[in-house]
């Protein structure tokens, strides 16, 4: 099992410029989140899929939107990026509502000037 | 107002020692709390408690949740280089799918 991949690794954009980050797991999880990281911030949640066909607004939604395309796959998308949206992405999965641990991707580091 | 706030920020000891990690919670309606150890890159999970007064522990590190004083602490015996980590509480609230992180605590365990 792969677990949670997360595509890219690393990116650099422009402010303005719009990119998808990719997330998929292979665990058969009901539920897909995305966070984000910031130094001495702790991770924040940005949205997340409680199951196929759903998606709900986290604590950070500004600036982001989502689709859950099957089971497997959850992407984050930044329409127009800009210098506050530099931080590291990470995508997570988990079986339960609530009751069982969330497993995480190996994250996205992006940068945008 | 943080719901999840974690002390100390970061901590520094030598190998062998034992360190303690608080963690203090403020949710309406509490389901369960969650540690977890992020080193270089994504967090791993250690423990989940749910229970008040129940110890889960896994080799040197252990942790117990008090629901009374909405807390839990984890605990690191005989500490060693290889626990150098952020270690990150969330919490989770009943009805909702989502996990509350504190900012995390970063320790360092110096040779």
Redesign the interface.
């Known amino acids: 099992n792969a677990g949670?991949t997360q595509t890219p690794k690393f990116q650099v954009l422009k402010t303005g410029q719009s990119m998808t980050l990719q997330c998929a797991q292979d665990m058969n999880h009901n539920?897909m989140?995305w966070?984000r990281q910031d130094p001495?911030?702790?991770?924040?949640?940005i949205y997340?899929s409680?199951s196929e066909g759903t998606t709900?607004k986290?604590?950070v939604p500004n600036g982001y939107n989502v689709s859950r395309l099957n089971k497997r796959e959850f992407s984050l998308r930044l329409e127009s990026a800009a210098p506050s949206q530099t931080s590291v992405y990470?995508c997570a999965s988990?079986r339960d509502?609530?009751?069982?641990?969330?497993?995480?991707?190996?994250?996205t580091r992006l940068t945008v000037t | 107002e943080d719901k999840v706030v974690q002390s100390p920020l970061s901590l520094v000891v030598h190998e062998g020692d034992t360190v303690t990690l608080n963690c203090s919670y403020e949710v309406t309606n509490f389901r369960s709390l969650l540690w977890y150890k992020q080193e270089k890159k994504a967090p791993t999970f250690l423990f989940m408690l749910t229970s008040s007064g129940i110890e889960k522990k896994s080799g040197r590190l252990s942790s117990i949740l008090d629901k009374k004083e909405l807390f839990s602490i984890l605990n690191i015996t005989a500490t060693q280089t290889g626990d150098s980590a952020i270690y990150l509480c969330a919490v989770v609230e009943g009805g909702s799918e989502k996990l509350v992180f504190g900012k995390g605590m970063k320790l360092t365990v110096n040779p």
Not at chain 1, 40 to 45: A, D, I, K, P, S
């Open positions: 949670v539920s989140y966070y001495g911030m702790g991770l924040r949640l997340y409680a709900d986290g604590e990470f988990g509502r609530g009751l069982s641990e969330q497993y995480f991707g190996p994250g």
